[in-house]
Structure formats: C-alpha cells, structure tokens
C-alpha cells in the first residue's frame, strides 16, 4: 500500500498530509487514495488479462455497497468498469456517475415493484434472481410495461465462502440465491414467459474468501448445473461469479490473484459464456483510512482508554462484525508504545475499536488514522447519538477534493417534525 506512507514524520496519502487535511477539513474524515483505487483494478484487470483469452474477459462491476460514493463511481466508470447494484438508491447513483446502463447488473433478495420498474426503464444489463417468487414479480412488471427483463439466476451452492458468519451468503440457510432444482424450475418457468429472458446463472459466496479452493469448492456443481440446464434445452450464455475478494486489515494472506484468474480460465471460460464479476471490497477497502483526533486520554483500573472523535455511527464493521482495523498515529509516530484501548463517545460498550491495542503514546488533540476503511465504512454509517457523518475527502496525487461534505446536526434535526397535536 506505497499510497500511505511517512513524509516527514507525518502519515500521507499519496502525497498529501493528513495533517493538512485535518486541518483544512476537520476530523473525523474519511480519506480515500484514488491511486491506491485505480492500482486494485489494475492489478485485478491484469489478472485476468494474463490468464483469460483476449475475447473472454469478464466484465469487471464495482458493487458498489461497498463504497457508493458517486465520484468513486466515476472513478470506476472511467476505469472502464461495470457496476453492481442493490438498490434504486445504488441505480441513481450509478446513473449520476454516467455508467452506461447496460454495465449495471442488480441483485438483492428483496427487489420492491418500484425498484424493478426502474431498472427496466433504465435497460441494466441483467436482474439476478433471488427466489422464484421474485420472478414472478418481475414478469407481472415486465409483461406490465412490456419491457423484456434480462435475468440470470442466483445459484446457492450450499457451501461456507465467507471470512465471517455475516458475511458467508451460499449456504443453504442463508437468505440468498436458489437450490439448483429450483434453479431447473425457474428456467422452465421464464420459459413460458413473453418478457423474461433466462440468460444465466450468478453466484456470490460471501465477501473476503481467501483461497481459490474455496471458490473451487462452492463452484465445483456450477459446470454440471450449466451442462443440465443445456441439455434441458436452456440457453445459458451468461455467468456472474460474484466478488469476494479479500483485502489485507492485519496480516491474512491474501488469495492468490493469478492463480484464482487460472482457474477462471480453467472452469469458467469453457462453459462458453460471458463472464461478469463483483468486486467491491477489494477495490476500494485498503484505499481509505478513518481521520479522528484524540479526544482524551483516559486512565482507568486495569487499562488506559483512548477516547478519540469518531465513532461506531461512522464506522460499524469493529462493533458489527469485531472486524480488526490497523490504527496508528498521524504525527509522532516514533514515541514509545504502550497498550490503549480505543473507543469512540458512543453510549454503547460496542463502541471499541479495539482493545489493548499497541500503540504510540499519544495526547489530546493528537491525530489518528483507522485504516482499511475505504469499504463498509462510510456507505455503512448512521446518524446514532445525532451525531452528523463525517465528510468524505478524495485525494489524487498532490490535490485532494471534498467529495460529500461533512453533514450538519442542523440538517439532521430539520428533518424531524412535530405534528400539530403536540404543540400546545
Ligand atoms: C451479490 C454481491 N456481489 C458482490 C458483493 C461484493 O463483495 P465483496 O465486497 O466482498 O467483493 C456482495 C457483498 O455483499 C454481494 O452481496
């Protein structure tokens, strides 16, 4: 991650100091690289640029819950890339970034009517299913206004993909995708139906999956599913594998990219289709880093308490999922180090960041970073205590741009509204 490193003892990203930043924009801030953005797709791209065939290259989109900003979005447009959605609010967005329409695909188990409407007007490229009743619902909708909808199938393999019980989807009893029966049924039912178009299958086994034997083993069934489906006489001329990979926060190792782009080459490309992939995480998570200042510094009994700006309303992942983020300081960053725990200012215990945690000795009014927080941090957060959100600042190279501004407790409370009866 060469995009944050010490310049003159002071922590910067790529080449703006976060001490300028903070002075400038206040703390807490979330503050993305976008160099750091255009490396992973790179790097992702080139993966499989190396191991598939030229014409067999997946087309690569962001899913963008992970991070939704609309200039990240941009940012991702231009790299050329499509997007995955889960929303209408995640359409718009896409839309307002300029994605072309037909590089959006949308999933969700929950799809509402006015939410499939709009992704028919908008023509995205295809809608993953979820359950056989929400093909039914999209074919009342499309035969409705007579608009063809273009569907592949969520495949629920039964198997465990996840790097967290949250975060696993492709097991049975999980909420997400089709039992391969009911994936035969569902084809044959679009078949009788004037204005769906069964194009495919999907699969998405959970988020931060970090060996290729894991995909192996949850698409180990995908092949024969795809030959079945043929032999049935379907056409199966599209696959979406999800996305899933992990990014580094402590010291994991890191799934293979060139060897899991190997066997893309070796499983999936035969199976004749076009490829999509749904990469959120790993484009945008290792791009961020969470910019607080040190409130105080609290002895107590048994341990020092780190009471710092920021928040579990800003970022839920440690208190949701006790998922480890690297903290360190922004200046002062040779000082001797002792045990801390970090917490943020929240009425709740499950505001930590992390307990006993080493790290430089440090003082009101000090800065600090929590890093790894360019995905699920931002796109995640709340209102909670009445606390406004912190801003979202992009730096590229030696500039940076506030990309959503830090909201106001005045905006949050002018949208609350006394009824007439209760005014006396
Ligand atoms: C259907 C689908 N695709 C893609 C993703 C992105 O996963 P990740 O951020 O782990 O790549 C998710 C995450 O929840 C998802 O549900």
Redesign the pocket.
Known sequence: MSEFTEQNGVLHVEQVSLERIAEEVGTPAYVYSAAHIKGQFDRLKGAMEKALPADRQPLLCY?C??NSNVAILKLLNNLGGGL?I?SEGELRRGLKADFDANKIVS?GVGKTTSEIKALLSAGVHQI?IESLPELHHINDIASEMKIAADVVFRFNPNVSGGGHDK?S?GRKEDK?GISEEKIYEGFALAQGMKYVNALGL?M?I???VFTVETFEDAFKTLPGVVGELRSRGFTVSRLDI????PIQYQDEDLLDLDAYAQWVNDIIVPLDTEIIM?????LVGNSGVLLSTVEHVKPAEDRTFLVIDTAMNDLMRPSLYDAYHHIEPVTHRDAPKTKYDVVGPICETGDTFSRGRELQETERGRLMAIRSTG??GFCMSSNYNTRARPPEVLVNGDQYAIIRPRESVDDIIAQDHIPDWLID
């Not at 999800?242 to 990979?245: Q, T, V």
């Not at 749904?278 to 790993?282: I, Q």
Request: hydrophobic share 25%; charged share 15%; aromatic share 16%.
């Open positions: 899913a819950k992970a995955e889960v999933t993953n975060i989807t997400f999907s998405h959970g988020s931060q999800g996305g899933g990979f749904e990469p959120g995480r790993y995905a699920y």
